[in-house]
């Protein structure tokens, strides 16, 4: 018999874009965001992971394109060409509310048992947005920002495929 491997699913947000196409960016993203492109791109040439993004990405990147230079619009849409699936809204307001509001608990009450070395956030709605279909598609979360995902460590166990990237890791 053969070997078979589950195909992993990369869920992005949005900083993985920006950082690969920022060129001011801070240098240790800027290595990290390219040396996780040049990986998963290889993971892809595989067919051993596929990458997705949730609707609220897409929003994002359209607001903040109106403020970035052409040539940095163009490498954002050179990204998007890769996207396997663009992820539709999973969430209800009600829905990102209650995270939030966990988020927000877990943070007043147990920041130093979850992480006292990092800032925790009680994350914004944009924030559940992305969390949640990483959690309902099994994905690997892929972000810089650690904060923004406080309840991330609670939804994904350790030992679970999926699980959270984060560039300061990366490097």
Known sequence: MGNITETKVYMLDTNVFRYKSNPR???????????FWRDVLQE????????????????EL?????TLNQKENQRIAQLLELIEETVPDLTTPEMEHQIRKMAAYVRSGYKSDINAARDMEYGSISDAQILLPAWQYDGILVTANIKDFTLHSLLFLQNERSSLILYQELM
């Open 25 to 35: 960016t801070h240098k240790s993203y800027k290595k990290a965001a390219k040396r």
């Open 44 to 59: 892809i040439r595989n067919g051993e992971s596929v990458l997705y993004i949730p609707k609220e990405v897409i929003r």
């Open 62 to 66: 359209e607001v903040q394109s109106y």
